[in-house]
């Protein structure tokens, strides 16, 4: 298992392709969710991915401030059936909360959640900051991480 963490414009083709299908079958076609996946925001994110013999299992995107929110965001967090209860899940998060506190020197990390991982958040400091609303009809939450020192205990 390698942790790759890639600008945009640092992907491989094939990667850009296999992120994008493994989105497509988690997001839309799993959670039964017709929306676009492709929108804008990837080009200024940087992509972490969980790979297993050079197949990606693990994927979130780390965007900058003002791409989603004010302050930094993770999203598109997902990890192929395959590989879940595995621990993948939080060692993407780790990551990505490291990478923002350390690379993008930002303090605070807010997320627009799906409304079941709640617990799976708040298990690393995120609050919720919003009421349950839905958005493209699965319930989500906003919930942020901040003013902590993160440190790779958690």
């Not at 990837?42 to 050079?54: A, E, F, R, V």
């Not at 490291?98 to 709640?118: D, R, W």
């Amino acid at each position: 298992m390698e942790i790759v963490i890639k600008k945009f414009n640092e992907l491989a083709l094939e990667e850009l392709y296999e992120i994008l299908k493994i989105r497509a079958e988690i997001f839309v076609v799993e959670q039964e969710c017709p929306y676009n996946d492709v929108d804008g925001k990837d080009i200024k994110s940087t992509h972490i991915m969980i790979k297993n013999n050079g197949k990606i299992e693990g994927y979130l995107r780390v965007l900058p401030p003002g791409i989603s929110f004010e302050s930094s965001s993770l999203g598109r967090v997902l990890v192929k059936e395959e590989g879940r209860k595995k621990g993948l899940g939080k060692i993407l998060l780790k990551e990505g909360i490291k990478h923002v506190f350390q690379v993008y020197k930002e303090n605070v990390i807010t997320i627009g959640a799906q409304a079941y991982l709640i617990d799976f958040y708040k298990s690393f400091g995120f609050e919720p900051i919003s009421e349950i609303y839905l958005e493209d009809n699965i319930p989500h939450l906003d919930m942020k991480l901040q003013n902590v020192i993160f440190n790779d205990k958690n």
